[in-house]
């Protein structure tokens, strides 16, 4: 009998989050529908610039949650905008880089709990994002020109996005037990670069197993090609909630 994400509790299907980055709007919406049983979360990188808030609400209307993974970046206006936007159109969490500064993130903050309060609705996390898992130490003190280990800049930008009053950052699987002193005990923890074991790590360059990311306090793991690449999406969906369940 194949099993079912009722078989292996709804814990982990709330922890599993799937990155849409395709370009076809039926193939997304045909992917929301076969998964959706199995995963909480979808994420919309370049698909929302392509088809824009609508296809956020056919989403929706999935009975599944929106990761809007918009990486915003400028002035304190502006994301005061951005606040009030994701804020309208029912996002469950947004990403913003912690780059811009506690007053950029604390913009976004403020107006999206106005927004919220005067629609009466949760307003989405609002997650800052550290470094890229793409960065390693080569690119930081090169290309980006910061001095010190990676792992002490994604302290000092959690430790930014903590004060501006975000809910929480995107890091590394390893580098969780590493920032969480003096952080929020809810503080919320996004961690993309995840894998299977002996999976490749593409091109993210900080990268953990599954149950790595579990242990060291992981609130959502984010995927996208171990599912979208499988030969059987639900199957490789089930292998990763069995790891989830596993590893928790």
């Known amino acids: 009998m194949t099993a079912t994400a009722h078989d292996l509790g709804a814990s982990g299907r ?4 799937l990155a849409l980055d395709l370009p076809d709007r039926t193939e997304i919406l ?3 529908d076969e998964l959706k049983d199995l995963i909480g979360y979808f994420k919309l ?3 929302f610039t392509l088809h824009g808030p609508e296809l956020v609400r056919e989403i929706l209307d999935r009975d599944v949650k929106i990761f809007m993974d918009l990486k915003l970046h400028d002035i304190p206006n502006t994301l005061a905008g951005y606040g009030h936007a994701v804020t309208s159109l029912g996002a469950h969490i ?3 880089h912690t780059g811009g500064g506690v007053e950029m993130m604390r913009a976004a903050v403020t107006a999206a709990d106005k927004t919220a309060a005067e629609l009466g609705v949760e307003r989405p996390k609002l997650v800052g994002v550290t470094l890229l898992t793409s960065v390693d130490r080569e690119t930081l003190n090169g290309d980006l020109n910061v001095t010190g280990t990676v792992e002490d800049e994604v302290r000092r930008r959690a430790l930014l996005a903590a004060e501006a009053g975000l809910d929480g950052i995107v890091c590394a699987p390893s580098e969780i037990d590493l920032v969480r002193h003096g952080l929020p005990d809810d503080f919320f923890y996004v961690t993309p670069g995840t894998r299977s074991p002996g999976d490749s790590g593409n091109d993210h360059k900080r990268i953990g197993t599954h149950a790595e990311a579990l242990a060291g306090g992981s609130s959502l793991l ?3 090609r171990r ?5 059987d999406r639900r199957q490789a969906a089930l292998e990763v909630l069995r790891e989830i369940e596993g590893g928790a």
């Open 94 to 96: 947004v990403t913003l």
């Open 14 to 17: 709330e922890r599993l989050c």
């Open 222 to 224: 984010v995927l996208g």
């Open 227 to 231: 599912i979208h690449g499988a030969a």
């Open 30 to 32: 045909n992917l929301v």
């Open 45 to 47: 990188n370049s698909a």
